[in-house]
């Protein structure tokens, strides 16, 4: 099990950036894969992006291919989401969680979840 806090989340007007952190504590940070999800009102909890343990590999949902980056600095104990040309439709909050399984890309292979920090993109 690992901590997980998120932040940098607030309002961004469309076609803006923002970056999102999640830091982690409590256990060793490079031994996680690491996943970012979103939830907006009335809707499921959705897979945005995931990345390996050493930062080398990533993957992304199709709706944040190309506008969204993750990366981690795990001398840090943190992994990021750069969030470019943002859309209202990605006002939702935001949830960074851990796994031991490489590749994950549905939430339930995570095992520890942060808090979540809210995004509000305006037209």
């Known amino acids: 099990q690992v901590q997980l806090v998120e932040s940098g989340g607030g309002l961004v007007q469309a076609g803006g950036s923002l970056r999102i952190s999640c830091e982690a504590s409590?256990?060793?940070?490079?031994?996680?894969?690491m996943g970012w999800f979103r939830q907006a009102p009335g809707k499921e909890r959705e897979f945005v992006a995931t990345?390996?343990?050493?930062?080398?590999?990533?993957g992304y949902a199709d709706s944040v291919k190309g506008r969204f980056t993750i990366s981690r600095d795990n001398a840090k104990n943190t992994v990021y989401l750069q969030m470019n040309s943002l859309k209202p439709e990605d006002t939702a909050v935001y949830y960074c969680?851990?796994?031991?399984?490489?590749?994950?890309?549905?939430?339930?292979?995570?095992?520890?979840w942060g808090q979540g920090t809210q995004v509000t993109v305006s037209s």
């Open positions: 409590g256990r060793s940070f490079s031994n996680y894969a």
């Open positions: 969680a851990a796994t031991l399984k490489v590749g994950a890309t549905t939430s339930t292979w995570y095992h520890s």
């Open positions: 990345i390996n343990r050493s930062g080398g590999s990533t």
